[in-house]
């Protein structure tokens, strides 16, 4: 008995203070504690004495455990605190802050703006003619037209992809093409200088090279480029005399330039979109196809050679392994083509097996030129649009524009019966009247291929 009493005894509690009591914790869960910001619980929130009462007594140690809690410890008290919290926060407070910070930085990007703003309102608006209205420009347009001039920095260059998907207003096209190729920094300030820099190059390039067209080791480029040049279309532009000395100049200074591959027919073709968009800037015709240049200074012609030159180039070098030796790169994609459309439409590719059509026979050129041969040229730069703002747009993403292509003429495909018919409807689409539209429901299909497709290569094959 003495020594139940002396337990008792011990485990009474003492008058002296004791760890553990229930106090704001705040560390790692919790912001750093403010006296300024928490004014206001500190005042709404009782203190809560560190030690027990008097005139509670409390002799064992279980209940001294279930009145005290560690701060240490994981409970409810932690939510409870939180909510007692946000209950005493001031509001007032706190919205008057947020709104002191936005009119701030409002405020900043006001100024840095105000140049800019100075400058478009000093510039007189045009007139519009009597009876005439203007078309609203519609808000992805207005967009783009704004990313154009005023992106900074590779976020800005990304927002440009997105919204060039879609197709590119004339007036911005030039500049965007040169942004989306690569050849123009994202920076609008560095545009001038690289400009300068990249059209003094190439005719540094022009002014070493070009008199060696008539050296043994380099005549037969010069020629072949001299004659597949007249078999371009559209033979109203490329046969001006002024034209066709451009892209003499053009290609035989990229086949000099890279020897791997040299020149190769169908690289003529990939010149045409980059010019006639270039060349456009600066007369009025509405009709591409007829463009009359001679009206174009020749300084500005000058650049527009080397503009054409450097974005050619960039173009070829994701594709250049379709124009090496044997031209690897187009009998991959000519083979991926033809595994696609076997599983997508099993009934065109076992038509087309039937009757003996390879797709190497009329699948090369769509590879080879990017489809140029097939379409009109108003539709290859509406497609050139997407080309450029989709990764790996030449190189890749042709491959599903091409199976799309293929199966929208699925009816006229399956209706023919004999070889040779077969053979000159796929070399000979009628695509003469086709549209932005019709383009437009192409790629909406190509895309929906590549979000199937590539991801899962495996599903190519059966």
């Known amino acids: 008995m003495a020594s139940d009493g002396a337990r008792k005894q011990f485990w009474k509690r003492s008058t002296s203070k004791v760890p553990g009591s229930i106090q704001h914790v705040y560390g790692a869960q919790h912001p750093p504690f403010d006296p300024l910001l928490h004014s206001t619980l500190l005042r709404s929130v009782p203190k809560v004495p560190t030690t027990p009462l008097k005139a509670k007594k409390v002799s064992t140690f279980q209940e001294f455990e279930s009145n005290t809690s560690d701060a240490w410890d994981a409970g409810e008290d932690d939510d409870e605190l939180l909510a007692m919290a ?64 005023e992106s900074h920095t590779s976020c800005a260059a990304e927002e440009l992809r997105k919204l060039s998907w879609s197709g590119i207003p004339k007036p911005v096209r030039p500049m965007t093409w040169k942004l989306l190729s690569g050849y123009l920094p994202a920076n609008v300030d560095r545009r001038p200088a690289t400009l300068q820099r990249k059209q003094k190059e190439y005719f540094a390039f022009i002014e070493h090279y070009y008199d060696s067209r008539n050296d043994e080791v380099h005549q037969d480029t010069y020629r072949q480029i001299h004659i597949d040049i007249p078999r371009m279309s559209p033979e109203a ?54 463009a009359d240049v001679s009206s174009v200074p020749a300084e500005v012609l000058r650049n527009i050679e080397a503009d054409t030159y450097w974005c050619v180039s960039k173009l070829l070098d994701g594709i250049q392994d379709n124009y090496t030796f044997a031209q690897p790169g187009i009998q991959v994609k000519v083979k991926l083509l033809e595994e696609l459309v076997s599983r997508i439409d099993e009934s065109v590719h076992r038509h087309l097996d039937q009757h003996e059509v390879r797709y190497l026979q009329f699948a090369f050129r769509w590879m080879n030129n990017l489809l140029m041969r097939e379409l009109p040229l108003r539709c290859t730069i509406r497609l050139w649009d997407t080309y450029q703002s989709e990764p790996d747009g030449f190189s890749h993403f042709h491959m599903y524009v091409c199976a799309a292509f293929l199966v929208r003429w699925r009816k006229e495909i399956l209706e023919e019966r004999d070889f040779q018919e077969l053979l000159l409807f796929l070399q000979n689409l009628p695509t003469a009247h086709w549209g932005d539209e019709d383009v437009s429901l192409l790629l909406a299909e190509a895309y929906r291929l590549k979000f199937a497709f590539a991801d899962a290569p495996n599903h190519y094959k059966k």
């Open 237 to 290: 532009l490329i046969l001006q005399p002024k034209v066709t000395e451009i892209f003499e100049r053009i290609l035989f200074i990229w086949a000099i330039r890279h020897p791997a591959s040299g020149y190769v027919q169908g690289i003529n073709d990939l010149v045409t979109p980059f010019f006639v968009v270039f060349i456009c800037e600066h007369i009025e015709e509405e009709d591409m196809d007829t």
């Open 86 to 149: 946000a209950e005493s926060l001031n509001t007032d407070v706190v919205m008057e802050t947020a709104h002191r910070v936005l009119r701030d930085h409002s405020q900043r990007r006001g100024q840095a703006a105000l140049p800019e703003r100075l400058a478009s309102e000093l510039e007189p608006e045009p007139e519009p003619e009597p009876g005439l209205e203007l078309p609203t420009a519609p808000s992805g347009d207005l967009r783009l037209v704004k990313s154009v001039s």
